[in-house]
């Protein structure tokens, strides 16, 4: 488990990054409230939100997105980003980072 904001977020390494496959899967738990920033991936990194339970906020670069269960989002992750759990419990996601090749 990798744990940032205080404790408030955590992500589980469901599958750690595997440089065969160039990507990564997470599950993360964000605490009610918690907020937490990106800074930018490299140029071609992509990255998918799949929530789980709860809302979250989106920010990447300017534009802002909510998304609930159900929802899901892809984007270039070579600008910055921030995830804000704007639910009273925790918010649950599954985070999908493809890497390009080498």
């Known amino acids: 488990m990798i ?3 205080d404790g408030g977020m955590r992500a589980y390494p469901l599958f750690p ?4 496959r160039n990507l ?5 738990e964000f605490d009610a409230g918690v907020m937490h920033d990106s800074l930018p ?3 071609g990194v992509e990255e998918y939100i799949l929530p789980v339970q709860g809302t979250l906020k989106m920010v990447i670069g300017k534009k802002e997105v909510f998304l609930q269960e159900r929802q899901s989002i892809r984007f270039g992750a070579d600008v ?3 995830y804000y759990n704007v639910s009273d419990e ?3 996601v599954y985070n ?3 890497y390009p090749d080498n």
């Open 3 to 5: 744990t940032e904001e």
């Open 17 to 20: 990054f595997d440089p065969a």
């Open 24 to 28: 990564e899967v997470f599950y993360i």
């Open 41 to 43: 991936h490299v140029a």
């Open 80 to 82: 910055p980003h921030a």
């Open 90 to 92: 925790v918010c649950t």
């Open 96 to 98: 999908v980072i493809f």
